[in-house]
């Protein structure tokens, strides 16, 4: 089965960017998704198909997909966006998720 | 506006078979999409369940393939989640979801939704 490995944690400075990054065998070659969680809510999309934000999402949100890696980039990263990030590619008719990158704002 | 709402008994007994409902509002689940369960074990990460079309046609995950059934109630727009011989490694977050995408270019979700806590124990 399909696998997707995530560092556990990053930390950025208030007003840094950060970079959280997933990665798999080729996951070049998927569409990779990757959402928001904070301390007791569901998750929230954030980046669909590699780089696409959804409606109201801010532009500091980016993504980007190549070779065995993709990144989450948040720009100007602010107290709010402190929470679990999780990638996600679909194989074989099943979701594949990352385990999840807790994003600490210094 | 589409939104989600899980329900179901919190607490299930080893052995004994897990049952939730997601009811969907704001969209027709006849009009499309897949639809899905998604679970999430207290501080831990988020593992797929499965997903169904509103044809009936569905997807599991293959670890727990052997103990899920998904259906769809069209005419109550919902559907529904039966896990059966629970353990306590089944406590979780569960979460019900909209499926956006294709197979063949890959699928996410685009809505969810606020989950259930559901614990396995005696």
């Known amino acids: 089965s399909y696998e997707l490995t995530q560092p556990l944690s990053v930390s950025v400075a208030l007003g840094q960017t950060a970079r959280i990054t997933c990665g798999g065998n080729?996951?070049?070659?998927?569409?990779v998704h990757w959402y928001q969680q904070k301390p007791g809510q569901a998750p929230v999309l954030v980046i669909y198909?590699?780089?696409n934000r959804p409606s109201g999402i801010p532009e500091r949100f980016s993504g980007s997909n190549s070779g065995n890696t993709a990144t989450l980039t948040i720009s100007r990263a602010q107290a709010g966006d402190e929470a679990d990030y999780y990638c996600?590619?679909?194989?074989?008719?099943?979701?594949?998720f990352g385990g999840g990158t807790k994003l600490t704002v210094l | 506006q589409v939104q989600l709402q899980e329900s179901g008994p919190g607490l299930v007994k080893p052995s004994e078979t897990l049952s939730l409902t997601c009811a969907v509002s704001?969209?027709?689940?006849?009009?499309?999409?897949?639809w899905g369960w998604i679970r999430q074990p207290p501080g831990k990460g988020l593992e797929w369940i499965g997903s169904?079309?509103?044809?009936?046609?569905?997807y599991y995950n293959p670890s727990l393939k052997s103990r899920v059934t998904i259906s769809v109630d069209t005419s109550k727009n919902q559907f529904s989640l039966k896990l059966s011989s629970v353990t306590a490694a089944d406590t979780a977050v569960y979460y019900c979801?909209?499926?956006?995408?294709?197979?063949?270019?890959?699928?996410?979700?685009?809505?969810w939704g606020q989950g259930t806590l559901v614990t396995v124990s005696s």
């Open positions: 080729n996951i070049g070659s998927k569409n």
């Open positions: 704001g969209y027709s689940i006849s009009s499309g999409y897949y």
């Open positions: 169904i079309y509103h044809s009936g046609s569905t």
């Open positions: 979801a909209r499926l956006c995408g294709y197979d063949s270019s890959g699928r996410w979700i685009d809505y």
């Open positions: 996600q590619v679909w194989d074989s008719s099943t979701a594949v």
């Open positions: 198909r590699d780089s």
